[in-house]
């Protein structure tokens, strides 16, 4: 029997994805003697064009990470999508959006403005933008067109599965990989389409092992503004930690090494918008009721829109997104 | 056609929607725009069930509780005080102009109150426009959208 095909690719994402499925350690070698490596531009030498060369669905599974930015992604997305019999978004960026997707909050010429005049260490006198296609004289020159808005895998083909993370844990990654392999060999039913994997069904505070009371937050402090105590809930001492908000399954990682959740393993289950169920947990545990003293409050949590978004904007409910 | 707003409103059960109700029943007249919807308390509201009004069409957001102190689970309008004030501040990095959402106490004998915020919410989402969240979304139904109104 020839071995099931897999292929990985990322998008606009950081390479952290890739890193956390080579985490999986010595696993990777039953993931390399089961599946066929077809494509894996961080790890193989493939071409694009070889993959155009495949046969439609001939792919059995397809972990693709990273968000849509531009049209390269894109492309390569419904590509994959038409060679993969299975096709998951591997990481926040695919699931959600994730860091790229916090530029939805600004336009595409205020990124270009930013990128290529005003930061500091740039010198384009002649303001020089990248143009998606330049003539030399050895022909045309392309580079992939770069989108108004940053979208999720899900928001521009069809996607059957979610891993969610930023990125997947290793024991995560390795546990779905594993129940592939048994899917696969022993003809066991596929998980229902849409199901995400590799995660938990409660909120990240349920694996959190700090001590809490009842909130009561008279301000909320940055991580350089307050010494933490390691033994007690870090939204208690007024940090704001996601965990509320934020799917359960990376093992309460962060909390653990004395830092917030940030909430890379997205929404939990029966929450469609994460941003605004931190707004509303937030706003929970503030203890003010005089509308100044909650302005004052408000104002020393920097930045609400980008940390309580911070891995969800793509999928936000006002998803600023050019779909 | 002229515009008219489309105005969702969150009236709790036992202040602001008996308010409103008494304005009803006393004939003050109050605009039409605005479509009521009752919950047990407007701490009930979660902030997703205003930012959907507003992805599904609505222009403004109105939000209703019993006064400070009189709130029949003891502090659920504290609770919606402090989302909105923190929703407005999230609204205004989304591009959306914070006056669209508005919450004010009403309580149950305060028909005449209700008259007066409701003739006044409306007259403020009339003079800011339309919002078409959807329509600046979703450019492909965009057509759709100025057939439906």
Known sequence: MAKPKLALYWAASCGGCDVAVLDIEVKILDVAAFFDIVFWPCATDFKYKDVEAMPDKSITLCLFNGSIRNSENEKLAKLLRAKSVVLVAFGSCAQEGCIPALANLTTKEAIFKTVYLDTPSTHNPDKIFPQPVTKVKEGDLEIPVFWEKVKSLDQVVDVDYYIPGCPPQSTQVAAVIEAVIDILKNGKPLPPKGTILGAGD???????????????????????EILINPDECLLDQGIVCMGPATRSGCGALCVKANVPCRGCYGAPPNVHDQGLKMLSAISSVIDAQEPDEIDKIINTIADPTGTFYRFSMAHSTLKIADL | MAFEPRIVAFFCNWCTYTGADLAGVSRLKSPANIRIIRTMCSGRVDPSFIMKAFELGADGVLIGGCHPGDCHYAEGNYKALRRVHLLKKMMRSFGIDEKRLRLEWISASEGDVYQHVATEFTQTIRSLGPLNWKQHVDQKSSSEQAVVV
């Open chain 1, 202 to 224: 409660k909120t990240c505070c349920d694996e959190c092992p700090r001590t809490r009371k009842e909130k009561k937050v008279k301000q909320f402090y940055r991580l350089h």
